[in-house]
């Protein structure tokens, strides 16, 4: 079993920051990706960001450039963080952790386990 917990989230101004952390537990040495999907009311849970073991990344065209996902190492690697700037009021959501021992996903059926969720919302 693996267990993930969220950290980070809440209330911040157009154009500000927020950093999300995600440490895994458990069996999660056999976790292959960690990644972060966000969801609003009414519309289909989406992966934001995306990082493997190996370091490679894949983010949500409209968060490029302004997010930053990173994953402790070399030893600690089942810490994931998303570092989340300039931020716009559409990115206000339930930010989840989310990890597998697959391959890559892009969507969020690619994922087995989850984290909590966590609050992010944008405003003025």
């Known amino acids: 079993q693996v267990h993930l917990v969220e950290s980070g989230g809440g209330l911040v101004q157009p154009g500000g920051s927020l950093r999300l952390s995600c440490a895994a537990s458990?069996?999660?040495?056999?976790?292959?990706?960690m990644a972060w999907c966000r969801q609003v009311p009414g519309k289909e849970r989406e992966v934001v960001a995306s990082?493997?073991?190996?370091?490679?990344?894949?983010?949500l065209d409209s968060v490029k450039g302004r997010f930053t996902i990173s994953r402790d190492s070399p030893n600690t690697k089942n810490t994931v963080h998303l570092q989340m700037t300039n931020l716009k009021p559409e990115d206000t959501a339930v930010y989840y952790c989310?990890?597998?021992?697959?391959?890559?996903?892009?969507?969020?059926?690619?994922?087995?386990?989850w984290g909590q969720g966590t609050q992010v919302t944008v405003s003025s």
């Open positions: 989310a990890a597998t021992p697959r391959p890559p996903a892009t969507t969020w059926y690619g994922y087995d386990y």
């Open positions: 990082i493997t073991t190996d370091g490679f990344v894949d983010y």
């Open positions: 458990g069996y999660a040495f056999v976790l292959n990706v």
